[in-house]
């Protein structure tokens, strides 16, 4: 019998504001950091970085794509890929490319997007079939043929905090339109592309509740992937965000709760001058909280208090330094926005090859001597 129960109590605990028996961690990470750990740490090829380090919450995506087509290969010579997606999208993958490279979009007007009809959100393939989707299978890797969401939910179920996922509007309509297609289009007409975001809201709490249902009582929570910013501020004026994004963002919030779920919101970036309406739609929590964006935990801590918890903040320029003392500081000192709970510690973003496993290791190491309750920081506590 695993121990997903003490894992799942943890984190809700820390959510809650309620001190666990220690601080919870969470984790993404990039391939080639697992590529890294692999070779490393000599571990076989079916490594899974949240057993070896007996993470506490792992976090799985549905197929979100508007149409339920699959991915589509036009091309792949090993070093580069091309493929379509249920998103309309065309994507190129290159080997020496970090990240994927959008080629094309097939809803690029605004006639397009109003055209545009979305399968299902509660069709019973996205959750109990294994049909490849563009979350999923396009991201720093190519990932074709997974299993499918339930299969990778009861995967974790019994070991871990299960999460599952879903986009915001934004996160939707970029991967739909493009970025800078969809930014000018906000500028150019934002009433008519408030009532493309409207639809795309619904079609979201669709989601948050196909995956609920789906998963029979096994998730605790939602992640809310949402980018809307970047290091010196949003992409957009914070009024339209409130005006068109945050009533949908209360929609898929409200869908969560309605499902007894958390809910913890992935924005990249710096997106601070909206946090307040963020806690008003209903988000428990906030992540990545990107350090070279700004951000710093203890300080948001000081700031929010109870009202608001936190996911993340790790800083990953100071983990990639691999300085055993450095690391050591950056993490017992965030560790004091975990007092009174509120805190899952976590990367600022995503684990990079830059840092060594063995300073992953490392940061494991200190939570679980440092991050018990009650906390004793020594030199590094501070009054939060």
């Not at 571990?43 to 070896?52: E, I, L, N, Q």
């Not at 289009?185 to 409207?198: D, G, Q, T, V, Y």
């Not at 963002?249 to 963020?278: P, Q, S, W």
């Not at 600022?348 to 679980?368: C, F, G, K, Q, W």
Request: charged share 30%.
């Amino acid at each position: 019998m695993g121990n997903g129960s003490l894992k799942t109590e943890r984190v809700i605990a820390a959510l809650e504001h309620r001190e666990p028996d220690r601080v919870p961690v969470g984790e993404f990470f990039w391939t080639n950091f697992l590529r890294r750990a692999r070779a490393e740490l000599a571990v076989g090829d079916d490594f899974d970085p949240y057993r070896y380090w007996d993470l506490d919450m792992v976090v799985i995506n549905p197929n979100m794509d508007p149409h339920i087509t699959g991915i589509e290969v036009l091309e792949d010579n090993g070093h580069r890929k091309v493929v379509r997606t249920g998103f309309g999208a065309t994507i190129e993958r290159r080997s020496t490319y970090p990240m994927p490279n959008f080629l094309d979009f097939e809803t690029k007007s605004y006639e397009q997007a109003e055209a545009l009809e979305f399968d299902d959100p509660k069709d019973a393939r996205r959750y109990f079939e294994a049909i490849d989707d563009q979350i999923n299978s396009v991201a720093d890797e190519l990932n074709l043929g997974l299993p499918c969401y339930l299969e990778r939910v009861n995967a974790y179920a019994e070991d871990f905090c299960v999460f599952g996922s879903v986009c915001d509007p934004h996160e939707m309509i970029w991967r739909i339109m493009g970025t800078e297609n969809v930014l000018i289009k906000l500028a150019e007409e934002p009433e008519r592309m408030a009532k493309f975001i409207e639809r795309l809201g619904e079609f979201l709490a669709g989601i948050v509740e196909g995956q609920a249902a789906a998963a029979q009582g096994k998730l605790s929570g939602m992640y809310i992937w949402g980018d809307i910013a970047y290091d010196h501020g949003m992409f957009f004026s914070p009024d339209y965000w409130r005006q068109v994004y945050k009533p949908q963002l209360k929609r898929i919030c409200d869908a969560a709760h309605k499902a007894g779920l958390k809910t913890i919101y992935h924005g990249c970036g710096n997106a601070a001058e909206v946090f307040e309406d963020m806690i008003e739609t209903g988000v428990d929590a906030y992540n990545p909280l990107e350090a070279k964006a700004g951000l710093d935990v203890v300080d948001l801590k000081r700031q929010f208090g109870r009202r608001w918890a936190f996911n993340g903040n790790i800083d990953v320029r100071v983990l990639a330094t691999n300085d055993r003392e450095k690391v050591r500081r950056e993490v017992l000192t965030k560790l004091n926005a975990a007092k009174g709970g509120g805190f899952i510690l976590q990367s600022d973003h995503s684990v990079p090859d830059n840092v060594d496993p063995a300073t992953y290791d490392y940061m494991i190491e200190l939570v679980r001597r440092y991050g018990k309750y009650p906390l004793d920081l020594g030199e590094y506590d501070e009054d939060v």
